[in-house]
């Protein structure tokens, strides 16, 4: 019984019915209280319902039943990552490492963890009296400033200069430099926000400073504008000096390799770039894109060599997370370039997905996509294997004859892997979930089935005995039909076609009992067909008619399209005939 349960919360869980798989591995652990793969599985449906706390509780329980297996790490990983409790989930995922080093999944769990940590980290602000003094800090203040056109123009200014230098030594004198349209401009760069001067454009003008504060400034206050005396500029050292105009002449180097790159002269772009580099080592810019011209000529390894670079010396510097988002989405592109087979492309998703988790770029986001797909591909094409695909298969329908359906399943699942195009075995398979009730799997299997062979009659009578369980009568009944347009003879299509009728006729006739009734409602309220035709403003008249004026009444039942959907309606039990 608890493997039964077990089987429909997997048949649940693969459909994307999270609810019902945590009901039927609710049910199996209360049949089998023990048994750990219950519990795994419990905790993976409530991750997927976000229902993290539960997940973790499952998780724990499954490593305490079972502490020598990696799966229940991955698990716990999982549940503290969905909590954000980050330096729990990198323990858990290392706990299942020890055990399991080469298990992909921990790997990326953990690859996963410590990004989402860092992020985090970064994420924070930092523990100062001025919220934008983290802005200032440091070197990289000066290369920023020194990489935008407006601002690197700024830094020719004595007083600018200063005023920078002032706010670094001090991020609490900002508010005093604040009415400088310079000093806006230079923080909406740091704080990589856009402000835009007074005319509109992105050249900022100067404020006046003559200019009165308020609605109440005296004449005599306006006739003082020299009353705080101008700083005094001071002179660079000869190492700001030098530090300068190296960031300048690697500026430069940057825009010729630019140049270079777009008119495809790619070696010179390279040398370039790497003139940029030894020059300035603080900007991971010219690292990215002398990445991009190695992929451009094939050269992989280089380019993700350039790319891992940039990832470790961004960190280091504290770059824009998109630089690093960048740099990683131009290494997992050169790995998927050089993907041969299947488990190549594991380490380009990775890649992409951690790309993700420093910035949600739908560029990277497609390449992703892109790179689980082809995965999937390959795998397919590898493990394709029609011979095997029948014996599993027959091993399959033993399973079915001796009623052990979730073997079933299992083995026919295993040919379907091997043989996808098959549609005898999505036939059998629906069979098997409708023995177990898992009645929207089959009915999808059913529907694969029809789609690979529409001549295969198993697969209308899959797909109707269904339907009429679930007791969409009306929908089986077509289900039926378009059966025997392929197989006229077919007995068992046209014992289908007789019970359909008859349940029918039961609803025409009003012989339903109240309990079916009110359950044949129910059920055709929720149908979107049911729902489009009451909805319809024609329709409502048309029922009206029926009821109160049947010369008109005469008139519609002489339309087929009316009478059809009327015939829907009484099929449905919202319409009942006297």
């Known amino acids: 019984m608890a493997d039964e349960a077990k089987a429909k919360g997997n048949a649940a869980f693969s459909s994307g019915d999270y609810e019902a798989a945590v009901r039927h591995f609710t049910e199996a652990i209360s049949l089998s209280p023990d048994n750990h793969v219950l519990y795994s599985n419990r905790s993976a449906a409530h991750a997927s319902l976000h229902n993290y706390a539960d997940a973790l509780a499952d998780a724990k329980k499954t490593v305490e039943l079972k502490p020598d297996w990696s799966k229940g790490y991955s698990r716990l990983g999982a549940a503290h990552l969905g909590l954000q409790d980050y330096i729990e989930a990198v323990n858990s995922y290392k706990k299942g490492l020890d055990i399991d080093p080469n298990n992909e999944a921990l790997k990326s769990g953990l690859a996963d963890a410590k990004a989402a940590a860092s992020a985090s980290f970064r994420s924070r602000s930092p523990p100062a009296d001025n919220p934008f003094g983290s802005a200032f800090a440091g070197p990289e203040m000066w290369a920023k400033l020194t990489a935008d056109p407006t601002t690197r123009s700024y830094l020719d200014q004595d007083d600018f200069r200063n005023m920078m230098k002032d706010i670094q030594r001090n991020p609490n004198n900002l508010n005093l430099y604040l009415k400088d349209q310079r000093v806006m401009q230079a923080l909406g760069v740091l704080l990589n926000v856009k402000f835009k001067g007074p005319t509109g454009g992105d050249d900022v003008e100067m404020q006046d400073e003559d200019a009165p504060k308020g609605p109440e400034t005296s004449k005599e206050e306006t006739r003082k504008p020299e009353s705080e005396p101008e700083p005094e500029p001071m002179e660079l050292t000869e190492e700001e000096k030098e530090a300068k105009e190296r960031k300048e002449k690697a500026l430069k180097e940057k825009e010729a390799g630019n ?38 000529m094939g050269k992989y390894e280089e380019c993700i060599k350039d ?90 329908n033993e399973f079915f004859k001796q009623q052990k359906y979730p073997e079933a399943i299992q083995h026919y699942t295993e040919s379907l892997r091997r043989n ?82 008859q349940q029918i006729n039961k609803a025409g006739r009003g012989e339903l009992s109240p309990e079916e009734l009110k359950e044949r409602q129910a059920k055709g309220m929720q149908d979107p067909e049911i729902q489009n035709i009451l909805s319809d403003p024609v329709m409502r008249q048309v029922l009206v008619d029926f009821q109160e004026n049947p010369k008109a009444a005469q008139d519609h039942m002489k339309n087929p399209q009316v009478m059809n959907k009327i015939q829907k309606l009484i099929n449905a039990g919202i319409v009942q005939m006297r």
């Open 420 to 501: 996808p195009k098959d549609p005898r075995t999505y036939s059998n398979r629906a069979a098997c979930y409708t023995k177990l009730g898992a009645m929207p799997e089959g009915l999808k299997d059913a529907d694969k089935c029809i789609e690979l062979d529409p001549t295969f009659s198993k697969g209308y009578t899959r797909k109707g005995a269904i339907q009429f369980f679930m007791k969409e009568y009306d929908k089986a009944l077509e289900t039926y039909q378009e059966g025997l347009k392929h197989d006229p003879q077919n007995q068992e299509l046209l014992d289908g076609v007789r019970r359909c009728v």
């Open 259 to 296: 140049a270079a790159y777009k008119k495809k002269e790619f070696e010179k772009a390279i040398e370039h770039y790497s003139s940029a580099l030894e020059l300035d080592d603080e900007d991971i810019s010219y690292l990215t894109n002398r990445a991009a011209v190695y992929l451009e």
């Open 307 to 396: 790319c891992d670079k940039a990832v470790e010396r961004g960190r280091e510097l504290r770059s824009d997370f998109k630089m690093i988002a960048r740099a990683l989405t131009r290494k997992g592109t050169a790995l998927v370039k050089m993907a041969k087979c299947s488990k190549d492309y594991e380490p380009a998703i990775e890649t992409f997905q951690k790309a993700l988790t420093e910035h949600r770029n739908p560029d990277t986001l497609k390449k992703l996509n892109e790179a689980e797909k082809a995965k999937k591909e390959l795998e397919q094409q590898e493990i394709f294997d029609p011979k095997i695909a029948d014996e599993e298969r027959e091993k399959g």
